[in-house]
């Protein structure tokens, strides 16, 4: 279990659950799984991104809870889901993740909108061929995310394209170094690397706490899995309606990769370019992602709509 987050005297606690499961995954992993909101509304699953927690996800819950069932769930490794053995690390094991969030959390058949931020988005990508995922998934949001070349498209090192600039981000991103205690130093690191230029103090320090709050040995090794990420294939297999958001301003995953998942994804239905913003959309623009997954709700889950072809029941998997 990752350490606690500390809280400022004027950060806003994070939301509390209605209930609190345990999904296990095809190695034995053993996630946590958050469930707000009513019984019986329209289901939201929400995927965090690298060094996150489901707290990073804490304005959608707020906005969406009070009409929606959102399930949010920590990654392997990142808050309060244990980390695992180093084999543990691959797309195929994100992928397994959320198959077993989805049979857990959603009953047979059931359909849900999925989000997914930076590796959450990844998530997604990589169990799109899945059973599960067909059977689940009604529509998708692809936040601040890319599929393949994150180190090289990487605008983290100020200079120009190239063998250098890519060994010098893939270093400072795989870093064993700690990261510390939050600082105003930090903080500016952080900004800089992740974050819109305008983004408010408030928030630069609600994401610094939930990144610094991510174990190092997690950390470093989920940097070397997005180092040599390929999930080219697993976009061409998201036939569902996605929508793609990015901040123009994001130099962890530039506007060059919201632009070639726009190219590659068969059932793309829009492009979210978010002036200034960087890569913490859901927590630099929160009022903009929460309004982008309830569109998706309303167009494509509040109707009763059919599983997509293919998609199995948990009683024909079993049969």
Known sequence: MSRLLKRSATAPAPPVAARELTAVSADGSRLHV??????GAPAV?????WTCSTHFWAAQIRELAADHRVIAYDQRGHGRTPAVAKAGHTTEALADDLEA???TALEPGERAVLAGHSMGG???MAAAARPRFAEHAAAALLCST?????????LVVPMRA???????T??????????GPVTPISKGILRYATMG??????????CARIVHACPRPTRVAWAGVLAGLDLDAGVREMRLPTVVVAGTADRLTPIVHARALVASLPECVGLVELAGMGHMTPVEAPERITAEIRKLVDAHLKRNTPARPGARTKQEENA
């Open 146 to 154: 890319g599929s393949s070349r994150l180190v090289a498209e990487s």
């Open 170 to 179: 893939g270093a400072i991103l795989g870093s064993r170094a700690p990261l």
């Open 101 to 103: 969030v989805l049979a």
């Open 45 to 49: 699953v929400l995927a965090h991104g």
């Open 122 to 124: 990844m998530t997604l």
């Open 162 to 168: 190239g063998g250098l600039r890519t060994r010098l």
């Open 34 to 39: 958050e469930v707000h909101g009513p019984d």
């Open 197 to 206: 230029p305008g983004t408010v103090p408030e928030r630069v320090t609600e």
